[in-house]
């Protein structure tokens, strides 16, 4: 993110803060739940329910200027699945949202002329060749690496996403020496369990020992300079998840909203896989449906989504978190 963008946004979380005043700064929008893959922990591909159409999307941005939202990442299932996604960007663009993409990087080699406006690229790597396309799809691997290098000469940055199993717990090493080689910065996440996830997820699950050692090495990693994202506290605070005794706190429905494909709007993606209903956009208005969101003040005032962790210790104004965001 450009250094002049994240003081715009550190400006609106002071005033937010200050004034204690709600304000989306960040959203998460999934504007398709439709997917290319099968990957083998993930059921996103089974919600597919109505979608926003392009126009109201940009009604959806409209508002969402006009409430102070700083960041849109656009999420999925897969979004280059929606031909649109060009307008989408642009629109975004156009509003001043600083705009990411999430994408398994299948289809960007061939559509990229059609993304190539967005401010940040995010993938999913699981590891080696061998080791991605078992877990995500055939091919997925070569995708991923074409599509890096084309960011790379659009000079659109990428951090890839890299969530710890059984299966890839030994790919660090591999993911780094990529990112050295191909120029992008990695960041990794411990597994979450939530309902939209498969049966058998457990079988995901890596040893403790390996894990925290795995972990381990990451700090060292992060401590000598390798191009990892999560900042040297988020990486102590994942080696001992869960931990009760340490715990960030939540700021979902207050400065960061999820919206789904059919316009619902959650306080995160967690709610809405615990199946509590959101507000629909554009039935009402999206500023009704965030005055009116769902919070679950018992399980969310502490929050251990790994998506969201930097982004709340941010939000914290957890002054280590804040400096890390500057070195992205």
């Given amino acids: 993110m450009k250094k002049s963008k994240i003081i715009k946004t550190g400006f609106y979380i002071l005033k937010s803060r200050l004034f204690n005043k709600r304000m989306p700064i960040s959203?998460?929008?999934?504007?398709?739940?439709?997917?290319?893959?099968?990957?083998?922990?993930?059921?996103?591909?089974?919600?597919?329910?109505?979608?926003?159409?392009?126009?109201?999307?940009?009604?959806?941005?409209?508002?969402?200027?006009?409430?102070?939202?700083?960041?849109?990442?656009?999420?999925g299932g897969e979004p280059l699945l929606r031909k649109d996604i060009e307008k989408i960007i642009g629109y975004g663009k156009k509003k001043g949202f600083f705009m990411a993409l999430n994408s398994n990087a299948y289809l960007l080699p061939e559509r990229f002329?059609?993304?190539?406006?967005?401010?940040?690229?995010?993938?999913?790597?699981?590891?080696?060749?061998?080791?991605?396309?078992?877990?995500?799809?055939?091919?997925?691997?070569?995708?991923?690496?074409?599509?890096?290098?084309?960011?790379?000469?659009?000079?659109?940055?990428?951090?890839?996403?890299?969530?710890?199993?059984?299966?890839?717990?030994?790919?660090?090493?591999?993911?780094?020496?990529?990112?050295?080689?191909?120029?992008?910065?990695?960041?990794?996440?411990?597994?979450?369990?939530?309902?939209?996830?498969?049966?058998?997820?457990?079988?995901?699950?890596?040893?403790?020992?390996?894990?925290?050692?795995?972990?381990?090495?990451?700090?060292?990693?992060?401590?000598?300079?390798?191009?990892?994202?999560?900042?040297?506290?988020?990486?102590?605070?994942?080696?001992?998840?869960?931990?009760?005794?340490?715990?960030i706190r939540c700021w979902a429905g207050k400065l960061h909203i999820y919206i789904a494909p059919d316009g619902r709007v959650y306080s995160c993606c967690s709610i809405r896989q615990h199946k509590k209903e959101g507000k629909t956009f554009p039935s009402i208005s999206l500023k009704e449906a965030f005055e009116n969101l769902y919070i679950d003040k018992g399980r969310c005032k502490h929050c251990l989504f790994p998506g969201l962790f930097e982004r709340n210790r941010i939000f914290s104004l957890n002054p280590k978190s804040i400096l890390c965001a500057f070195k992205k």
């Fill in 27 to 75: 959203v998460i929008f999934s504007v398709t739940n439709k997917c290319n893959f099968n990957c083998k922990y993930c059921n996103r591909w089974k919600d597919v329910k109505s979608e926003l159409s392009t126009e109201e999307i940009f009604l959806l941005f409209d508002e969402l200027a006009e409430m102070g939202t700083q960041n849109i990442t656009l999420f």
């Fill in 113 to 247: 002329n059609d993304i190539n406006n967005t401010d940040l690229l995010l993938i999913s790597l699981d590891g080696s060749r061998k080791i991605n396309d078992k877990l995500r799809h055939k091919g997925s691997y070569n995708s991923i690496v074409k599509s890096i290098k084309l960011a790379n000469e659009n000079e659109i940055p990428v951090i890839t996403y890299t969530v710890l199993t059984r299966f890839n717990i030994n790919q660090i090493d591999f993911i780094l020496n990529k990112a050295e080689k191909l120029h992008f910065k990695a960041s990794f996440l411990y597994l979450l369990k939530e309902p939209q996830t498969r049966k058998g997820i457990n079988n995901f699950d890596p040893d403790k020992r390996q894990y925290q050692e795995a972990v381990n090495k990451l700090i060292r990693y992060k401590k000598s300079g390798k191009p990892i994202v999560n900042s040297l506290e988020g990486l102590k605070y994942m080696y001992n998840i869960p931990d009760p005794t340490k715990k």
